[in-house]
């Protein structure tokens, strides 16, 4: 397996010919070239260019709408209806995102209910951008059935991330962004391939039994949320803010609606955002910097985000792989 080194501009570029040339319009295309371009540069690459096959499938198929407009519209002090038409998430996102801001600094609080989007993007890109106006923010959405709940020996939840964000006034925010699958498929996959154990915790066989054998819980078993029954009420929590709350599906409905084109299906997605200069009355700024530094005090402790705000200072060739570069130039 060879890589090829490709530029961050040559990323961008490749990445928006693909969606050009598969019914995107000028906008869409350029929303996601940047995305993509993005998540490799940051090392997100599980979200970058790996992407794009997905997304082009879901295009071919009219699942997505590659030339679609998302409705935005206000309706309350504090809360955005987004309907998504059918676009990818992040259209909506670029299009909403900024009426988000708006509302939390005006207000203190805010919340972006978002349905009909497709989303299949790293989360840290909503959060981040939300932080970066001085707000905190929380984001999170569901997918299609991959995690079993706690008790149980079939998959319900989707690997349901969740991000939060919190700003610093002369630093990149602080953000996390995690599935709260205890693991990937796609991760479980490769320990299959290379013959690794994976932790036990991470997912049960075909007959609910607890595995350290990848191929077991990737052939016919399932994932296991992260925590045990902790993480399990968290990807409940996501079920029901990114499917109840916002008026769209819960994972399971998803599946019965989607075409398995292999494309990010429809769904829906809450985004929260709170001004800490509004809720605070004193300097917060000042207040999590210290703690901030007391944590990073206290040995071997990064703070979630540091890497990809460390890679995202190397404005240097990215080395991908090449297959995947030849695929999706065949795509384009
Ligand atoms: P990881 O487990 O790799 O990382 C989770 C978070 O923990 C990141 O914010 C990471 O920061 C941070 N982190 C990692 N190691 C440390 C450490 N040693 N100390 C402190 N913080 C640390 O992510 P996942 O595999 O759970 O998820 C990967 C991506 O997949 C996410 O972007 C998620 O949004 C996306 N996803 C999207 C789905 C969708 O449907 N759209 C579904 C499921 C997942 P850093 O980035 O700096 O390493």
């Given amino acids: 397996m060879s890589n090829i ?14 969606f050009s040339n598969n019914g995107c319009d000028d906008e869409t295309s350029k929303i996601m070239a940047d995305l993509v371009m993005k998540a490799e540069r940051d090392g997100s690459i599980s979200h970058g260019l790996f992407r794009v096959p997905a997304y082009i499938s879901g295009l071919k198929s009219g699942k997505i709408n590659g030339k679609g407009k998302p409705n935005v519209k206000t309706i309350t002090p504090s809360v955005i209806k987004v309907d998504g038409n ?8 670029k299009k909403s995102i900024p009426e988000l ?7 203190g609080i805010a919340v972006l209910a978002i349905t009909n989007s497709h989303h299949m993007a790293a989360m840290w890109p909503e959060t981040e951008a939300v932080a970066e106006h001085g707000l905190a923010a929380f984001a999170c959405t569901s997918y299609k059935p991959a995690v079993a709940p706690a008790g149980a020996i079939k998959p319900l939840f989707g690997t349901n991330p969740i991000s939060f964000a919190w ?15 205890s693991m990937a498929m796609g ?9 690794h154990k ?15 054998d990848p191929a077991e819980i990737a052939d016919g078993g399932v994932l296991l949320p992260f925590g045990g029954y902790k993480g399990s009420g968290i990807a409940m929590m996501v079920e029901l803010l990114a499917g109840a709350l916002v008026g769209d599906n819960f994972s399971y409905e998803t599946a019965e609606k989607d075409n398995n084109d292999g494309g990010p299906p429809s769904g829906g997605e809450f985004i929260l ?19 901030f530094e007391k944590m990073k005090s206290m040995g071997d402790v990064r703070l979630p985000g540091e890497r990809r705000h460390k890679n995202r200072l190397d404005k240097g060739p990215r080395y991908i792989n090449e297959d995947l570069v030849n695929k999706i130039k065949s795509l384009s």
């Fill in 198 to 212: 994976v932790p036990l915790g991470t997912g049960l066989t075909k007959d609910g039994k607890e595995t350290t």
């Fill in 5 to 18: 080194s490709l530029s961050l501009d040559e990323i961008y570029e490749l990445a928006k010919k693909t």
């Fill in 273 to 291: 955002a709170i001004s800490p200069e509004k809720l605070s009355n004193s300097d917060w700024d000042t207040h999590s910097l210290k703690f």
């Fill in 101 to 107: 801001v708006k509302l939390a600094k005006e207000n």
């Fill in 86 to 93: 059918n676009c990818l998430a992040p259209v909506v996102l």
């Fill in 167 to 181: 700003p610093r006034k002369n630093k990149p925010p602080v953000v996390f962004d995690m599935a709260t699958a």
């Fill in 187 to 195: 991760e479980v996959q490769v320990a299959k391939r290379e013959g």
